[in-house]
């Protein structure tokens, strides 16, 4: 699977829109972008996954550039509750390819 | 509808000995993948298993055994504990279909070696 790279941390005031980037530049055709979070010492948690187009939920939206060498992940009105760390995953659809691969993510922290 | 469950929630073992975990996956999954996460660090795969076989394995020693049972509920074993064993391990479910299918994690279970 394609390595990502995040910035470590970042801040966002509560009710602003956060924007959490991702580059994943040797990504290739058939790889997915995937971003989950995780809350202090909870499992992971699944927010949205992409192919080229860009993905919106009821959760966040997911942009990814043409080139598809990097996303943005778009929390749209931030809450206290969105404090975590979120990765981005790139992922190819292959069976018996289980594996996640998780770098070590970017901190979010929502200032009141 | 219950999500993905894992027992106990914490333990605590000593060096040498053995641990067994627990997960059962959420309702309609029948694969599951284990995952431990050491401090600081994210999630890294050891195992995931489909049809009560092991079908990928991370980079981890033969020390890390599983088992998936009839129900789709699935065991971690860990031998001859060593104090860098304790993490949080994660079991994650999905339904192995074609697709892309999502994949879903539990709680967790958080092993402290001493």
């Known amino acids: 699977d394609a390595k990502t790279t995040q910035p470590t941390s970042m801040d966002c005031a509560e009710g602003r829109a956060a924007n959490l980037p991702c580059n994943h530049s040797?990504?290739?055709?058939?790889?997915?972008v995937y971003w989950y979070r995780q809350i202090h010492s909870q499992g992971p948690q699944y927010i949205i996954h992409?192919?080229?187009n860009n993905e919106t939920n009821e959760m966040a939206s997911l942009i990814i550039t043409e080139d598809r060498k990097s996303s943005t992940l778009i929390l749209p009105h931030a809450t206290l509750r969105d404090t975590a760390v979120y990765y981005c995953?790139?992922?190819?659809?292959?069976?018996?390819?289980?594996?996640?691969?998780f770098g070590t993510g970017t901190r979010l922290t929502i200032i009141p | 509808d219950a999500g993905v469950t894992q027992s106990p929630t914490h333990l605590i073992k000593t060096r040498g000995q053995q641990v067994t975990l627990r997960c059962s996956p959420k309702?309609?999954?029948?694969?599951v993948s284990w995952y431990q996460q050491a401090l600081g660090q994210g999630p890294q795969f050891i195992f995931q298993?489909?049809?009560?076989?092991?079908?990928q394995r991370g980079n981890f020693p033969d020390r890390f055994s599983g088992h998936q049972f009839p129900n789709y509920s699935s065991e971690l074993n860990v031998n001859a504990l060593l104090l860098g064993d304790s993490a949080l391990y994660l079991c994650?479910?999905?339904?192995?279909?074609?697709?892309?299918?999502?994949?879903?994690f539990g709680p967790g279970t958080r092993l402290l070696v001493l």
């Open positions: 298993y489909y049809e009560e076989e092991e079908r």
């Open positions: 995953i790139v992922r190819v659809l292959d069976f018996g390819n289980e594996k996640l691969t």
């Open positions: 992409g192919l080229k």
């Open positions: 040797t990504i290739s055709g058939n790889e997915y």
């Open positions: 309702s309609g999954h029948d694969t």
């Open positions: 994650a479910s999905r339904r192995w279909t074609g697709q892309q299918e999502t994949q879903y």
